[in-house]
């Protein structure tokens, strides 16, 4: 079977849990003897595959970040152009033979079903987040949902990443449930090493992930207990965290690390005592695979994908913060807690393997192609 | 002849509030803020109505039905009757009103059917017995002859104990792991002391148990009928069954037909010339041990393991435990009454099997009957509880 998939990140060149998936994905697909063709915006690193049967294969000059939420119009101008040529060069640059068509969330659906007719294959689209994920489901964009809408009518099947995402596609975008399969997310272990008394948040500092929720929950924690808090990543609300940190009064104890790189976030998932994700709204949340993996008790947002296939794991509202600080407390203090919980998890996150969701996509494509 | 003993427990445990650290060190009354008593009250009402009150007008019909023939054995925990009187009177004088008939029997447990019997010396586990036998006497005028403990916990050492105060039975799980080969269908001896140990048929009991409803299950749909049928075939003195009484309306609904297999069962029963029914009080009287059991390591009734990791099986369960039993050292030195209560209702079992991590199939069970989400949620809420208890002692 030879599959044309066309993604938009890949390790190292990532930001989100997107990247993770494909480069998790098309390596075990790979080894199913499955093979593909992995289409991408072309990076300043030349990226190259070690698996015959999976060759990665940059277009175009383009780097575009579609996480952020673009506040100036003139940027935002450039960015759908940008969207607009990475999409207009797909379709010009897929040719060949293939069996079918699998793309990634809404940066690649234009394409994607352009490439459909033209190709004359299937088309399989995958849904990390959707717009109103992204948006904290604030103001959704009507722009990028009637992309996102699109690609899904005319998919011929749809990879969801949870329920909960798979009841949003149903719900907001009017899909047939039967065409869709979840097929949720999964993670290549960190591995442990010795921690040190941090509290960690990791992601991109955007509304949808609730990083103000994390300092909130921070001041309430140093009332009673001595412990850092580290927020990693960077975002849009990068300024607004730092004032709310200082406004709050923890800033002496709250440390904002900027982008990290690879080796550094594994690093910090691993001396980390406790990971919190406290998303508003959160499609699935590898990062919680990834902390776990790591030996690192994870609280979680309640309604994050992960919340519903992870049992080891604390769950909270992200809005109640003297809840999420109970919880960060109970952790700090209870070294029982802590032992039992990464023992159990330890055990559990083996069963989530790329190999599982090669498999499940493999399943998907014998549907239809 | 083969005599069928039924025997039912009857429980329900105090469920803590919502505690988060937060509320450590507030300096409120502990009974009124570590329990949940309004939560408490409803389920107690529900279970009243769904189970208790039908199950035992049910039970004192075929008792005048079958003019006595039918007869079983019951064990009510001292938190059930304090509910009974606080919330719901009319089970009590049910429960009365059966065992005036004749046909039923009491059995002893500890008061707060808790895990005493596992601390380090049997003293508390001791006045816990005796605060039940007071409670016993004070409602029924009667001494129950027959012990069983907190989730048919049973030792060498307990049994012991039980002898020495003046009983002649106690119950345990009828598990390969003591029994081997040999059938649990008698009545066996505790190795180390004088006593008679009845041995529940778990296949049996849990037939009805847990397995009544199962679709996907060989033996369903479970007829009176039928289980007469199982029960006649059985070799050996005496049939232990003994079953939650929350079976009957609660864990399996009336939907699912358990009030008429249980009106249909004595009938049924009586039908074969080689059954019978017995209390444990006449099963001690008529059957002798026919061997010796030696059960160093604690058993039990629960789960797949049959042993006590249910409740002290990780590592946040036995912290759980170690802080209880050094909180109450220091209460007992105290003297304060009102907080070694509410210690004593925090040794409950119930709560230690919430904070159970045990594998999937049992975890099921286990979270059909916790009001946590997670084990997780069962620990920190409880531990919140007992650093709180730990301060106010200090």
């Known amino acids: 079977m030879k599959v044309a998939m066309i993604g938009w990140e890949y390790p190292p060149f990532k930001v989100g849990g997107l990247g993770t998936h494909c480069y998790g994905l098309t390596r075990s697909l790979a080894d199913k003897n499955v093979s593909i063709d992995f289409y991408m915006p072309k990076t300043k690193h030349s990226l190259k595959s070690d698996k ?18 673009l506040g100036n119009k003139e940027l935002a101008g450039q960015f759908f152009e940008a969207v607009y040529r990475y999409n207009d060069l797909l379709v010009r640059k897929v040719n060949g033979k293939y069996d079918l068509v699998h793309c990634h969330d809404w940066l690649t659906m234009k394409a994607g079903v352009v490439l459909k007719e033209k190709l004359d294959a299937p088309l399989v689209l995958t849904v990390h987040s959707t717009e109103y994920d992204r948006s904290g489901w604030l103001y959704p964009n009507d722009w990028f949902i009637s992309i996102e809408k699109e690609g899904m009518e005319k998919a011929d099947k749809i990879i969801a990443v949870s329920h909960f995402t798979k009841r949003v596609i149903v719900e907001k975008y009017g899909i047939n449930p ?64 730092i004032s709310q940190a200082i406004n709050l009064g923890i800033s002496n104890r709250v440390i904002f690390t900027g982008k990290l790189t690879e080796e550094e976030v594994k690093h910090i998932y691993k001396i980390s005592s406790i990971y919190v994700m406290p ?31 992870f049992r080891n794991c604390l769950k909270v509202d992200f809005w109640d913060t003297d809840e ?26 083996e069963l989530f393997t790329w190999d599982r969701v090669a498999e499940k996509t493999v399943d998907v494509y014998r549907g239809i192609a | 002849m083969t005599s069928i003993c039924f025997y039912f427990e009857v429980h329900q445990p105090m469920r803590l509030n919502r505690f988060s650290v937060f509320n450590i060190g507030e ?23 769904k189970s208790y ?85 004070r409602v029924f005028g009667y001494q129950p002859k027959v012990f069983r403990n907190t989730e048919a916990i049973y030792d060498n050492r307990i049994a012991k104990k039980i002898e020495e105060l003046g009983y002649k039975g106690i119950i345990t799980e ?92 004595p009938g049924e029963v009586l039908r074969y010339k080689n059954l019978d029914f017995v209390t444990v009080s006449e099963a001690v009287e008529r059957y002798e041990p026919v061997g010796e059991i030696d059960v160093p390591w604690a058993i039990s009734w629960a789960d797949e393991d049959r042993d006590v990791s249910t409740w002290l099986g ?65 620990f920190i809420n409880y531990m919140n509880i007992l650093q709180d208890l730990k301060q106010k002692v200090h």
């Open chain 1, 52 to 69: 015959d049967n999976l060759v990665i294969k940059e277009v175009g000059e383009t780097e575009i970040f579609p996480y952020d939420r």
């Open chain 1, 178 to 241: 039967d065409k869709i399969t979840v097929v949720h997310n999964a993670v290549y272990p960190i591995g442990e090493s010795e921690k040190k008394k941090i509290v960690l948040f990791l992601g991109r500092l955007t509304i949808q992930k609730g990083p103000e929720f994390f300092l909130k929950a921070a001041k309430k924690v140093l009332k009673h207990e001595d412990t850092r808090f580290v927020v990693a990543g960077v975002g849009d609300m990068l300024p607004d965290l």
């Open chain 1, 279 to 309: 998303s508003v709204s959160e499609p699935f949340g590898i990062t919680a695979l990834e902390a776990i993996s790591a030996g690192t008790p994870t609280i979680v947002s309640k309604t994050a994908g992960v919340s519903e296939v």
């Open chain 1, 324 to 349: 999420m600080a109970n919880k960060i407390i109970a952790l700090l203090r209870y070294d029982a807690l802590r032992k039992t919980m990464s023992e159990q998890s330890k055990q559990e996150i």
């Open chain 2, 27 to 49: 300096k409120n009354d502990s009974f009124s803020t570590y329990f949940n008593h309004k939560l408490n009250q409803q389920i107690f009402e529900k279970v009243a109505k």
């Open chain 2, 53 to 137: 009150l039908p199950t035992n007008n049910l039970l004192l019909d075929l008792i005048h039905d079958f003019d006595g023939k039918f007869r079983i054995s019951f064990s009510l925990t001292g938190t059930f009757v304090e509910y009974c009187e606080r919330f719901v009177p009319t089970v009590l004088d049910s429960f009365k009103e059966l065992f005036k008939t004749g046909a039923v029997d009491l059995i002893e447990e500890t008061y707060f059917h808790s895990l005493s019997a596992l601390f380090d010396n049997l003293d508390e586990f001791e006045e816990q017995v005796k605060m039940h036998r007071q409670m016993i006497n």
């Open chain 2, 174 to 265: 009828g598990t390969e792991k003591i029994l081997g080969w040999r059938s649990p269908n008698f009545m066996y001896k505790p190795v180390n002391t004088n006593l008679k140990v009845f041995l529940r048929h778990y296949k049996l009991s849990d037939d009805v148990g847990f397995r009544f409803s199962a679709h996907g299950w060989p033996g369903f749909p479970l007829t009176a009928h039928k289980y007469a049928h199982w029960l006649s075939c059985c070799e050996g003195d005496i049939i232990n069954l003994f079953i939650d009484y929350e079976t009957f309306g609660e864990h399996q609904w009336t939907e699912t037909g358990i009030f008429d297999f249980i009106r249909h069962l």
């Open chain 2, 314 to 378: 990780n590592d946040m369960q036995i912290a759980c435990f170690n802080e209880l039993k050094d909180i109450g050292q220091r209460i007992k030195e105290r003297g304060d009454k009102d907080l070694l209560y509410v210690w004593r209702l925090l040794q409950t079992s119930d709560h230690f099997y919430y904070v159970s991590t045990k594998g999937f199939e049992d975890g099921n069970v286990h979270a059909y009957f916790s009001p946590y989400d997670a084990p997780y949620e069962g």
